[in-house]
Structure formats: structure tokens, C-alpha cells
């Protein structure tokens, strides 16, 4: 266990602003520069003018809703794609669209984004406009065919943008290279967020709600906060106002049907939900139906429904669609470390079986990256073609690594995209093993040998300061994730005593050198960690939260990472 303490940053900016030195030192460690980052209001947010494309788009938005046009919300198969499609159904509803229907692709049948299938329905239904979430940019044939049989396109995304983009009436992804939006960390459905915010500025430029209440789109933004976190996207200064305000709503339950039902269904309580809940409870549960094959994906069901018997049902079935994706992937997980290990030393590992299903080759990238901290490609498919995810490490960004394998061999890639952390591609069967050689090459160049995983801590924290108060403290100045890490905090204990929970989890009483004790629980304990025993001394990174429990607020400890000490 290697553990790296971060350096001390000069504060005095916040000197006025945080009076505890502990807590000014996390903050400014994060970036946090002004009372506005310290705040983080909802008002402060980016405006939406710098997104390129933008007028364009909220302008052919704006008037298919005035004239009363078909729209055709097409989103995608994740937990961003879901929740951005149910955006983008309830917000077009809210602004006034009269007719608004959505189509979400199977992982298994249409596969991602827009399909000429799909094109073909919404010709057939009469649908005017279609306006894509979470995808688009990479589907330049199925949108110029949307185009040539008369329809009115309006890509949102926020994945990175090919040189040769289709021919959309309007294109808005921050990624776009003449895109000046200072954030570029938005989710698909924080691109959409905009675009709706926008159309509703235009729409009352036109006058359209005189003598109305002017819609309030920030009332959606529980499912932006539920996409941010689903998709790991980085919480900078702005995605955390958009996070927190999100977050805000569905404490005070005010967020949609499916959201409280979700939560209900695997116990987790609203007024403590944070980005850990919703990343491993309420996200795999919306997931689940899009990595198993099902025939009807019933997420964004869930998203949309306004009544709670259907919203309990419809959670009831996500529940069972992830048992199911769990029985499949812990066999699949275990196939893949067999196959692992024979690359162990290599600086990136590449991996395919037949049998995997596509839908879960993610999850099983996400968990050998973890294990052997190298980059992951995970193939599957009995097919021609086979298709595959991957997960990488800091530093090594997959999809630019992507593109100049496509540069060195054109025939290498059937189709790819993504983000520098997640992607996905499609190659011949018959290319697996020259694909194999070139990403490990390309890994190896970038990355050299493979390392240790590193813990980023904060320090030491004085025992005086492990208390209920320093904890509501913390939880006050999140939301915590991926770019504004949870504090946590390292240390050595003695392990006054330690018990088995459930079969799967350890608690300890650590007692510090002061005398002072502290009860803290580790999640899923590995065997090494099953065989700490009384006495032991050891070395803990932990975090300080507060569990919100039937109106209660306790202090609740989390271990990271515990090992002993020789």
C-alpha cells in the first residue's frame, strides 16, 4: 500500500472564507479559488452563449415546438443516455412541445446512437425533428440519411468529435475544436440541460409564453446529477453547481418518480444520497438492462413516469435485471483474470472470449484495470466483428490512442469513440491478435512498466476532529467525485477488536496512539483483509461522513485501505 500525502497549497485566498485550518487546506487543495466555487449556487453557472452551435440549435428547436412539429428524442443505451433522454422528453414537454416521443438503441440489435432503422420509424411517425443526447457526433451515415429523407437534426453530445462530422442542421458538443465553452466536462445530459435552457430564452425573446409561467428547466436537473455522476465526469466548478443543485432536489424529494423508487428499492435513503450512492447503487440498476439482453429496456420508463405504483414496479424489474447482470458478470470476471494473469507484466492487457455479452465487457475492463493497473480492452462477440471497451489509467487516454491506431493502420478499426478514461470499438475477428500486439505497443511507449497504485491522502487528521460536526462540515462543501475528491485520511491504529458483518464486511475498533478509539467499517473485505486480528497494529486510509439514518445524523467511518504494519 502506497500512500502519497498531498502537498500543503497556499490558502490565504480563504482565509475570510473558512476559518478552520483543516478545512481550508482540503478546499483549496481542490481548486477552490472564491466564494462562488465555496457556495456553489445554481445562479453561478456557466452561461450557455459559448457553446458553438448553440443559436442554431435552440433557434430550429424553438420553432418546431411553436409550430407544433413531431420531436424524436434520441438517446442511448448508459445511465447518461437514459436520464438524458428523460431530459430531454419532460423538458421539451415543459417548454411546450405538444408532441415529443424518444428512441433508445439496443446494445444488442441497433447498437449505439442513431441507426438508419430508427430514422426509417421516425419518417414513419411523422416526426419533423430528432434531436440526439449522449451520442451523434461518430453517427455521420445514419444522420446525412435522416437528412436526405427530409429531417431536421439537431446533435447534443459531449464525446469527442471526429475531424469529418456529419451534417447536422446544428452540432453542440463542448469538444467541438471551435467550441469556446470554458467547461468541457459536461455529461450528455449537461449538454442537453443547455440546449433546453437556451430554447426556453429563445422562445421567450418570441413572446411565446406571454401572459404564462415561464418554464423551469433547473427543475430537471436530478437527472443531469444522476448522468454527471453515472458517466464519471469530472466535477469542476461548474458540473458540481449543476451536481449540487441536483443532488439538492432529491434530498428534499423533489425529484422525479423513478428516482425515489429506485432508492427505495436498494435501501438507500434520499437525504443522504451522495455520488457514491448513486455511482454503486441507483447507476447499476438503470445500466442493467442495457448490458443483459433484454427486449425492452425499462430505464427510461422509470425516468418518465409520473406515477408511483408504476415507478415501484418498473424499479422492482431493474432490481432483477441486475441480479442477473451480476450473475453473469462474476462468471464472466472470473474468466477474464484467468486470461489476465497470462499478460500479467504487460502495459496493457487485451482480452476476448465468444461467450462474453457486450453489455458487460465495461465492467469487466473497469475491474482487471483496477486489479493489474494497466490499461483494459475487453472484446466479445461469436461474430465477423467483434466489439469492445475499454478502461484506462490517468495519463493514458484511450481515445487519442484510438485515433492514431487508426492513423498507423486503416484497416485496424471498423468504428471507435469515447472519452480518454472509457471507450469502445469495433474490429475484425481476424484483427484481434495484430490489435493486441499494437495496443500493447502503444501502451508501453506511452506508459512504460506497469506501477503500483498510489492512495492520494490528506494527511494525518487530529482525533479531536473525528466527530459528527467535522463530518456535516465535509458533506456541507461537496458534492465529492471524480475531480473533487472525498477527502480521506491516513493513519496508524491499533485494532482494539474486529468483527465479520454479513460475510462480506469487516468492522474494527481502532484505538490511535492518544488513547482515543474509533469504530470504522471496510466494504467488501478482501482475504487479507479477513485475516487482520486483534491487537494488530496497522495502517488505515479512511473517510469521515455521516450516515443519515430515520432522520438521525451518526457519525460513520469508511475504510479505504488497511493492511498491518511488519
Known amino acids: 500500500m502506497k500512500i502519497v500525502r498531498r502537498d500543503n497549497v497556499d490558502d490565504t485566498h480563504l482565509q475570510n472564507l473558512i476559518a478552520d485550518p483543516i478545512l481550508r487546506q482540503i478546499l483549496a487543495r481542490r481548486g477552490i479559488a472564491n466564494q462562488s466555487d465555496l457556495e456553489c449556487k445554481l445562479n453561478d453557472i456557466l452561461h450557455f452563449k459559448d457553446l458553438h452551435g448553440i443559436d442554431k440549435a435552440r433557434k430550429l428547436i424553438g420553432q418546431a415546438i411553436m409550430r407544433g412539429d413531431k420531436i424524436l428524442v434520441a438517446g442511448d443505451y448508459d445511465v447518461d443516455g437514459i436520464t438524458g433522454t428523460a431530459l430531454g422528453v419532460r423538458g421539451l414537454k415543459e417548454l411546450g412541445a405538444r408532441f415529443v416521443s424518444y428512441y433508445i438503441p439496443s446494445r444488442y440489435e441497433g447498437g449505439y446512437g442513431v441507426s438508419p432503422d430508427a430514422v426509417d420509424k421516425a419518417v414513419e411517425h411523422g416526426v419533423s425533428l430528432i434531436l440526439t443526447v449522449d451520442n451523434g457526433v461518430s453517427c455521420k451515415e445514419s444522420i446525412e440519411y435522416a437528412k436526405d429523407q427530409g429531417l431536421t437534426v439537431v446533435i447534443t453530445d459531449h464525446h469527442e468529435t471526429p475531424e469529418d462530422l456529419p451534417e447536422a442542421d446544428a452540432i453542440v458538443d463542448p469538444k467541438l475544436p471551435q467550441d469556446k465553452f470554458p467547461s468541457k466536462n459536461l455529461c450528455g445530459a449537461g449538454v442537453l440541460f443547455y440546449v433546453l435552457a437556451a430554447t426556453r430564452a429563445y422562445l421567450r425573446e418570441q413572446g411565446f409564453y406571454e401572459g404564462c409561467q415561464v418554464p423551469r428547466i433547473g427543475r430537471f436537473l436530478d437527472l443531469v446529477a444522476l448522468g454527471t455522476i453515472g458517466d464519471v465526469m469530472q466535477l469542476d466548478a461548474n458540473n458540481r453547481k449543476l451536481v449540487k443543485y441536483g443532488f439538492d432536489l432529491i434530498k428534499q424529494r423533489q425529484c422525479v418518480e423513478g428516482i425515489k423508487a429506485l432508492a427505495a428499492s436498494c435501501r438507500v435513503d434520499l437525504a443522504s444520497i451522495n455520488s457514491t450512492t448513486i455511482a454503486f447503487d441507483l447507476c447499476p440498476r438503470l445500466n442493467a438492462p442495457g448490458r443483459i439482453k433484454l427486449e ?29 447482470r451480476g450473475d453473469y458478470e462474476r462468471v464472466f470476471l472470473k474468466e477474464a483474470c484467468e486470461d489476465a494473469e497470462k499478460q500479467e507484466g504487460n502495459s496493457a492487457i487485451v482480452l476476448y472470449r465468444p461467450n462474453w455479452l457486450v453489455g458487460l465487457g465495461g465492467l469487466i475492463a473497469s475491474r482487471i484495470k483496477e486489479k493489474f493497473s494497466v490499461p483494459c480492452f475487453v472484446f466479445s462477440g461469436d461474430g465477423d466483428e467483434l466489439s469492445g471497451s475499454a478502461r484506462s489509467v490517468p495519463g493514458f487516454s484511450i481515445v487519442k490512442i484510438l485515433q492514431s491506431l487508426s492513423e498507423r493502420d486503416s484497416d485496424l478499426l471498423i468504428r471507435f469513440g469515447g472519452h480518454a478514461m472509457a471507450a469502445g470499438a469495433s474490429i475484425k475477428k481476424e484483427n484481434f491478435e495484430k490489435f493486441k500486439v499494437l495496443f500493447n505497443q502503444v501502451a508501453k511507449e ?69 488513547g482515543s478509539t474509533m469504530l470504522a467499517i471496510k466494504l467488501r473485505a478482501t482475504p487479507n483483509e479477513r485475516s487482520i486480528v486483534k491487537n494488530s497494529r496497522v495502517s488505515v486510509v479512511y473517510s469521515v461522513g455521516i450516515n443519515h439514518y430515520m432522520g438521525s445524523n451518526r457519525l460513520e467511518i469508511k475504510i479505504n485501505a488497511i493492511e498491518t504494519l511488519e
Not at 427510461?300 to 441480479?323: F, G, H, P, W, Y
Not at 456535516?472 to 491499533?494: R, S
Open 446 to 514: 506511452c506508459l512504460g512498466e506497469p506501477t503500483d497504485d498510489e492512495i492520494i491522502s490528506d494527511g494525518n487528521l487530529p482525533s479531536n476532529y473525528i466527530d459528527v460536526n467535522f463530518a456535516q462540515d465535509l458533506e456541507a462543501f461537496g458534492p465529492w467525485g471524480n475531480g473533487f475528491e472525498e477527502p480521506c485520511f491516513d493513519g496508524e491504529f491499533t485494532v482494539e477488536d474486529v468483527f465479520l458483518i454479513a460475510n462480506r464486511h469487516l468492522k474494527f475498533k481502532l484505538r490511535n496512539d492518544d
Open 296 to 324: 425492452n429496456n425499462p430505464a427510461v420508463s422509470l425516468m418518465l413516469t409520473d406515477d408511483k405504483t408504476d415507478a415501484s414496479i418498473i424499479a422492482r424489474d431493474l432490481e432483477m435485471c441486475n441480479k442477473r
